[in-house]
């Protein structure tokens, strides 16, 4: 009898098979991912413009690991969000820190470049640091950060490739626009989506579902959609003809591109001139938060009921999105799901891909992915 649960999945057919239930429902799955993917890929963190204040710091988790975006004078950093001293979460909340980030417990205090400025009293009462100590060798342990436009990503382990390698496919097909006229004009916060967060990624990778679970949202017929695959860059695209195109009355009918880069980032561009960017983190198996910040590509403010339009229409997609994802990891604990369910060979095939992706990452296959360390947890047989 077989018992690897990966079997389906990694056997050629001309159907494909999706990842096996396990991927989506196991913590274990889940801790590995953490270890194996997120830590060794560029992944995106926050958005650029909630910190536009020297001194303003955001705690983030990447990987289920705590990280501390911070606004410097040159621009921003990223950080482990652990003081040097106790391992103490240093920062709990967004927020302005001044020229110093101080530690609530014993006061420790960093500067916004990660050294360590003061450890009062650390020595005794004289204010001078204990023999060995040297404040120049305690600073926060930085973090690989690079900011894309708007877009903060970071690498925990500093193995990752190029940050120009892992951003120019989605820069290709972003080079017909003025990104340096991007506008935020409103942000979503959706909270937690009772779902895995592949599962939100794949939804947004694939046209199929389109025109069922958006009917009363969008007017973009399924065969006017294509499925693409450009190396990590995984999703699909709308060409309407003259006559089809049309936006408002709640509705959405206009040329667009859905794209997404390996592991979390996501870019949605609707002509002329919107764009939608989603933050997915994922919070446990079982749990993701999700954020959208919507976009314009235009001078000035655009009118307020425009603005609460836009805000109206992309949550109602959101939700109708929420609730087929959260179904989604409702049904994987079916016993019929074990083997990962069939993917179309024609509107599936970055959802495939992306699934083969997260596959040999937990797996240490990619050759941009170091081999895992022999504490990684072991959450069944990955061939």
Not at 308 to 321: C, I, Q
Request: glycine fraction near 10%; include cysteine.
């Amino acid at each position: 009898m077989n018992l690897d649960p990966f079997q389906s999945f990694l056997s050629p057919a001309p159907i494909p098979r999706g990842l096996p239930a396990l991927a989506y429902t196991s913590e274990s799955f889940h801790d590995t991912e953490n270890e194996r993917l997120f830590a060794r890929a560029w992944v995106l963190a926050g958005f650029a413009h909630e910190m536009a204040a020297c001194g303003d710091v955001r705690p983030v988790s990447v990987g289920g690991r705590p990280v501390l975006l911070v606004r410097g004078e040159h621009g921003i950093a990223a950080f482990h969000n652990i003081c040097r001293h106790r391992c103490l979460q240093l920062v709990e909340r967004p927020g302005n820190a001044g020229r110093l980030i101080r530690c609530p417990y014993h006061s420790w205090a960093y500067g916004l470049d990660g050294s360590l400025r003061a450890a009062p009293f650390f020595g005794g009462t004289d204010h001078r640091p204990p023999d060995g100590f040297d404040l120049g060798e305690h600073g926060l342990a930085g973090v690989r950060c690079e900011v894309w436009h708007d877009w903060i990503f970071v690498n925990l382990d500093g193995g990752a490739p190029a940050f120009a390698d892992f951003i120019r496919p989605i820069a290709e097909r972003l080079a017909h626009l003025d990104l340096a006229r991007l506008k935020p004009v409103a942000t979503l916060d959706f909270g937690v989506i009772n779902a895995n967060w592949k599962f939100l990624m794949e939804n947004f990778i694939e046209p199929y579902h389109v025109q069922f679970v958006h009917s009363t949202t969008t007017d973009q017929p399924l065969t006017d959609h294509a499925a693409f695959i450009d190396r990590h860059c995984l999703g699909c695209t709308v060409k309407l003809s003259a006559g089809q195109a049309r936006a408002g009355g709640g509705t959405l009918a206009v040329d667009s591109s859905f794209l997404t880069l390996f592991p979390n980032f996501v870019l949605a561009t609707y002509a002329p001139d919107q764009l939608g960017v989603h933050l997915n983190t994922a919070l446990g198996a079982g749990r993701t938060s999700q954020r959208r910040v919507i976009y314009l590509l235009r001078d000035g403010m655009p009118p307020g009921r425009e603005i609460d339009g836009l805000k109206r229409l992309w949550r109602k997609v959101h939700d109708e999105d929420h609730a087929i994802c959260e179904r989604l990891q409702s049904g994987r604990h079916s016993p019929l799901a074990a083997g990962g369910g069939y993917l179309s060979p024609v509107w599936e095939i970055g959802v495939r891909r992306f699934q083969e992706l997260v596959h040999e990452a937990v797996a240490g296959q990619r050759d941009n992915i170091r081999q895992p360390s022999p504490s990684a947890p072991d959450y069944g047989k990955i061939p």
